[in-house]
Every structure is written in structure tokens, then in C-alpha cells.
């Protein structure tokens, strides 16, 4: 089964894209927590794992990382979900 890796990075409002966010900005929220990226995913219908201890390749700092299992959508697809989710708890 493949599994796709959500770091915090990728909704990050404080980055650029060449440092690592994905989704638009108007999409992107501030310091994006690894359990909120969980429950977005859990929302739009995938299992989600938490992996606290990893460490997206271009930070310093530890952030976590999100595993989803079972997605059918392309990479870029669920990230897009997941972004617009997040918007949609921060509210």
C-alpha cells in the first residue's frame, strides 16, 4: 500500500515554496500543528499516523510528519484537501 508523507511545511504560511509550502496561500495557515493535519486528513476519509520525531529535510526544527495510508488521490490532490481543511478548523 502506498503511503504519502504530509510535513507541516507544506501548509506553512510563514514559508515560501522553495522552502517547502505546497498548498496557496490563501490555503496555508500559521505554524501548522502534525495533529491538524491528522484530523484533516481523518476528515476527508484516510487514515492518518503520527511520526513526532521526524524532521522535514529543509528545517532545523523537529515538527513531526503525517502518514497516509489509502489514499486514491494523487499527492498533489491531497495535499490540496488537506489545505483547505485546515482553513476550515482554524475557523
Given at each position: ?48 499516523v503520527i511520526e513526532r520525531d521526524k524532521t522535514y ?35
Open positions: 500500500m502506498v503511503e504519502n508523507v504530509l510535513w507541516p511545511a507544506y501548509f506553512d504560511a510563514d514559508l515560501t515554496r522553495s522552502e517547502g509550502r505546497r498548498v496557496a496561500t490563501d490555503l496555508a495557515v500559521d505554524e501548522p500543528a502534525v495533529d491538524e493535519i491528522a484530523t484533516a486528513v481523518q476528515q476527508i476519509g484516510y487514515d492518518a529535510p529543509r528545517a532545523i526544527e523537529q515538527r513531526g510528519r503525517v502518514l497516509v495510508t489509502g489514499a486514491e488521490d494523487t499527492k498533489n490532490d491531497l495535499v490540496q484537501a488537506v489545505g483547505a481543511y485546515l482553513g476550515v478548523l482554524r475557523e
